[in-house]
């Protein structure tokens, strides 16, 4: 299908939150909303990345009503006060964007909670974040778009060892991360149906695009070893890549386009996904297990104390 950001809809009197957008995919999704005339909060957890990415935004679009609010996805107790400023400002949410992510770090790292870190932030973040704007969610009927990756190829939940305290390796807890992100993605789309939220929760992916993530993610892990990842990181970019304004067409076509689906999974058409216009996407088998999507979900409001609202499970 043919999208651009000349596509999106008229976007004024609605407002979206997107979660790591000082940069990449959150920066270029933030930008096309704004400049499509939605009032957008940017988030990060950097206030001087903040700052420079409202005037980046400001500097293409002048009359943008954007702001910054910290945010960090590896703090439960941090996603709790975000939701909590939010609630005293807003009374609803029209388009969240689950984008922000960790990729890939050498060793084994926690959050502030005790979760392995990519699981935590990229996944049990963002679980915690919409379970505590459900509110607002369902006041505007929002679009919820969760981020996923073709890393979720191949990736399993492992439900023995979710937090990789047995057996840490970077990419596969990675791969599992946004695979999870995919399984919430549909599950969520499942219980806003049986509850009658209203919602339409849909998943995409970049493909492959050139941002800070793969480059930054290993790391550190000795001046040799970060150089090597980063040439080979160049290499593929290069070869492989679009833009991160090309990545971010598939989320931006998720949160707005009329005819995207509920339930729906959108990425690149061309290169195995990897990079091209946005098209209907293949979920990877094990995102379509509805009794492991609903075994995670509960897992999920296990690890974070959170009842996100009804079980759709229920009789």
């Known amino acids: 299908m043919s999208f651009t950001v000349e596509n999106i809809p008229d976007q004024t009197g609605k407002l979206a939150v997107i979660t790591g957008a000082t940069g990449g995919l959150g920066y270029e999704t933030a930008l096309a909303l704004a400049g499509a005339g939605a009032t957008v909060i940017l988030t990060g957890r ?15 679009h002048p009359k943008a009503d954007i702001a910054y609010d ?17 609630a005293q400002q807003r009374n609803r949410i029209d388009i969240l964007v689950n984008n ?13 909670d005790g979760f392995e870190m990519q699981f935590g932030t990229n996944y049990l973040g963002h679980f915690a974040l919409t379970a505590h704007l459900l509110p607002q969610l369902i006041a505007g009927k929002a679009r919820v ?5 073709v890393a979720a190829r191949g990736a399993r939940i492992d439900f023995d060892d979710l937090q990789a305290t047995r ?24 219980r806003s149906d049986f509850a009658g939220w209203g919602l339409t929760s849909i998943g995409a992916h970049p493909g492959v695009s050139r941002t800070s993530l793969i480059e930054n993610g290993p790391g550190q892990g000795g001046a040799m070893r970060l150089a090597v990842v980063k040439f080979f990181a160049g290499l593929a970019m290069n070869i492989m890549a679009q833009s991160a304004a ?15 689906r509920p339930g729906g999974y959108y990425g690149p058409a061309n290169m195995g996904e990897y990079k091209g216009p946005v098209t209907t996407a293949k979920p990877p088998q094990p995102a379509l297990d509805v009794a492991a999507a609903g075994r995670l979900w509960a897992a999920s409001q296990q690890l974070t104390q959170l009842p996100f609202s009804i079980d759709r499970t229920a009789a």
């Open 46 to 60: 950097n206030a001087e990345k903040g700052a420079a990415a409202l005037s980046g935004i400001r500097a293409i």
């Open 70 to 86: 910290t945010l960090d996805l590896a703090s439960l107790r941090s996603v709790a006060e975000f939701a909590d400023r939010i």
């Open 100 to 112: 922000a992510g960790v990729m890939a770090p050498p060793k084994r790292q926690v959050t502030a």
């Open 145 to 149: 778009v969760s981020l996923s990756s």
């Open 167 to 190: 057996r840490y390796t970077p990419f596969v807890s990675y791969g599992q991360s946004k695979l999870a992100m995919l399984m919430f993605a549909f599950e969520l789309q499942r």
């Open 246 to 260: 090309d990545g971010a067409l598939p989320q931006l076509f998720a949160a707005t386009a009329p005819d995207a």
